[in-house]
């Protein structure tokens, strides 16, 4: 599920850690932040790169998931998925940008107008499962709106869970 609100993603993901209180399926909620190495590669490249990341996060959540932008990054809530299937997602996703970004280079190689976009994906794991044995996943016993907004704005780099250094093709035409 899309949410083009993140308030709605945040009720949706509310409903869902009230469901893991009672029947312990699990919830694992994965975030991508995007950093720039460039202030001016930010401003002009910033929602194209959140876009096309989106678009191929849709392309890999299951139909039960959810998935929502706040600020510069994406959430996806990864609903009845243990952290350790989670890494896996992660993985998978991961392998596929890397994948899409290879091909662009063989695609626009001669392109006068492509420009290479120095980007920092940091992946940050949360979960509300208790026994979790990966490192860096960030764990919260019960899930309130805005003790997770506070958590979310105050996220820190030792808290990554992964760290991806990646340099995105853009072409521009003129």
Do not use: C
């Not at 994965?30 to 190495?37: A, E, L, P, R, T």
């Amino acid at each position: 599920m899309i949410f083009e609100d993140f308030n709605d993603f945040l009720k949706d993901t509310e409903v869902e850690a009230e469901r893991y209180k009672r029947y312990r399926t699990p919830l694992t909620i994965v975030v991508f932040s995007i950093k720039f190495n460039s202030k001016d590669w930010e401003i002009n490249y910033l929602h194209k790169i959140m876009f096309d990341l989106r678009v191929k996060l849709e392309q890999k959540i299951r139909k039960t998931d959810s998935i929502s932008r706040y600020r510069n990054s994406l959430f996806v809530s990864l609903k009845n998925l243990a952290v350790d299937k989670s890494v896996g997602f992660i993985n998978r996703f991961f392998e596929s940008i890397d994948k899409d970004i290879k091909e662009s280079y063989k695609k626009f190689i001669n392109e006068r107008e492509m420009v290479l976009v120095d980007v920092i994906i940091n992946v940050y794991l949360i979960s509300l499962s208790e026994n979790v044995e990966e490192k860096n996943v960030i764990f919260i016993s019960d899930f309130n709106v805005n003790s997770f907004l506070e958590l979310i704005n105050s996220i820190d780099d030792e808290k990554v869970f992964e760290k991806w250094d990646l340099r995105i093709p853009i072409v521009e035409r003129i």
